[in-house]
């Protein structure tokens, strides 16, 4: 019995919950037979067409006042300095609120030939003519989202219009709700959609090289450098007859790259780089376990002079020697990072640790070396004398 009631009690929540979520505020005013509610009512649809024809007629012309989006909070936390958004409609002396109807705007009939829709421009020019007249409703579609300005168009348009026909009944409301509550529905989770990768470029030679990278520039080391291209990768003859030796060359419209590697005591090294037949040198070196590939985020080679350098961004390479094994050589290794294991943060924080141990060990050698007195004066007696020697 206990658990039948927690969980009719547990439903209700869900849907009043569900209901909100849905629902949007409405103000009411103008005749003067408008019914005051609770403020904390909540009106279904067929509820809300209720109240409206209980105070429209044949001899009512309805306006009607469409935000895209509104909220109760909007309404209560719309600030111009310390005044609200809303003075107009604060200052109203008659009013109805309703903080949660749902779809106030079914309960009018757009295809009725008295239903005319109309859009406010932020100007306040109407898109078309609007006549007063007894039994019509004009909805009036707000454009933007400036609570204060549609606050002095929605002043002037009722007055304008109460000057021309007196009975006139002005709803405030909007579409859709601009706060979303939370609710107790359970959701499924579903992972996110990964982040699409770069257009990475990618060339191989069959079972002895492979490099991705995702972008190529070269140029002066003082000006912005340009994108370059590659459209083949071959294996070349290198000048030595080592076997530990490869030589790669990258061919393109922008150029000629060429790649010298050398395999020694179970690791490889990139020995040298050339690039439209300028050597370019690696500020750090490249060297690798034998089996690993080599990626960096940035591999950036410079002329001797200094005065220009090639770039990779975000490149991965790998060279591959037949006598490794008859396997085939199809994919990356795992990666060898060019960042450092130790960061210039890292030796920072080490050098300020060592300054605090050095401090507090000085300090506690300190304090150890403060001996107690072993005499004390007593103050009947004679006085104590320390000599010098003591």
């Given at each position: 019995?206990?658990?039948?009631?927690?969980?009719?009690?547990?439903?209700?929540?869900?849907?009043?919950?569900?209901?909100?979520?849905?629902?949007?505020?409405?103000?009411?005013?103008?005749?003067?037979?408008?019914?005051?509610?609770?403020a904390l009512s909540q009106y279904k649809t067929s509820e809300f067409s209720a109240l409206i024809e209980s105070q429209?007629?044949?001899?009512?012309?309805?306006?009607?006042?469409?935000?895209?989006?509104?909220?109760?909070?909007?309404?209560?936390?719309?600030?111009?300095?310390?005044?609200?958004?809303?003075?107009?409609?604060?200052?109203?002396?008659?009013?109805?609120?309703?903080?949660?109807?749902?779809?106030?705007?079914?309960?009018?009939?757009?295809e009725d030939k008295n239903v005319q829709i109309v859009k406010v421009s932020e100007d306040g020019t109407l898109s078309e003519r609007v006549t007063p007249k007894g039994g019509a409703v004009v909805i009036l579609n707000l454009q933007g989202d400036d609570f204060a300005s549609h606050d002095a168009l929605i002043d002037n348009l009722y007055n304008r219009f109460r000057a021309e026909f007196d009975k006139t009944l002005a709803i405030y409301t909007a579409k859709t709700p601009s706060f979303s509550y939370p609710t107790l529905i359970r959701q499924r989770r579903q992972a996110k959609?990964?982040?699409p990768q770069p257009d990475m470029k990618t060339f191989t030679v069959e079972n002895t090289f492979i490099i991705a990278y995702e972008k190529f520039s070269?140029?002066?080391?003082?000006?912005?450098?340009?994108?370059?291209?590659?459209?083949?990768?071959?294996?070349?003859?290198?000048?030595?007859?080592?076997?530990?030796?490869?030589?790669?060359?990258?061919?393109?419209?922008?150029?000629?790259?060429?790649?010298?590697?050398?395999?020694?005591?179970?690791?490889?090294?990139?020995v040298g780089v050339k690039f439209d037949n300028t050597d370019y040198h690696l500020r750090h070196r490249v060297d690798v376990n034998q089996h690993f590939s080599y990626h960096c985020n940035r591999l950036e080679y410079f002329t001797v002079d200094g005065k220009k350098r090639i770039l990779f961004e975000e490149v991965q390479l790998q060279?591959?020697?037949?006598?490794?094994?008859?396997?085939?050589?199809?994919?990356?290794?795992?990666a060898w990072d060019c960042i450092g294991f130790t960061s210039p943060g890292i030796l920072t924080g080490l050098f300020l640790v060592a300054i605090f141990i050095f401090i507090g060990a000085y300090g506690i050698t300190w304090m150890m070396d403060i001996r107690t007195m072993d005499r004390y004066d007593d103050p009947k007696g004679k006085t104590i004398i320390v000599s010098a020697a003591e």
């Open positions: 019995m206990m658990s039948n009631c927690v969980l009719a009690v547990l439903c209700l929540v869900v849907t009043l919950i569900c209901v909100q979520a849905s629902d949007v505020p409405v103000f009411i005013w103008g005749k003067p037979s408008v019914t005051y509610v609770p429209s007629g044949a001899d009512t012309f309805t306006l009607v006042f469409v935000e895209d989006s509104l909220s109760s909070e909007d309404l209560s936390q719309c600030k111009l300095g310390t005044q609200t958004c809303f003075r107009n409609l604060a200052n109203l002396n008659r009013k109805s609120y309703l903080p949660n109807v749902q779809n106030p705007l079914d309960t009018f009939d757009v959609q990964d982040t070269a140029g002066a080391s003082d000006q912005d450098i340009t994108e370059v291209s590659f459209n083949k990768i071959d294996k070349t003859d290198s000048n030595s007859s080592d076997p530990g030796t490869l030589q790669i060359e990258l061919n393109g419209p922008g150029g000629v790259l060429v790649f010298n590697f050398l395999l020694s005591q179970g690791s490889w090294q990139i060279p591959h020697w037949e006598s490794e094994g008859t396997e085939k050589f199809t994919r990356f290794g795992d």
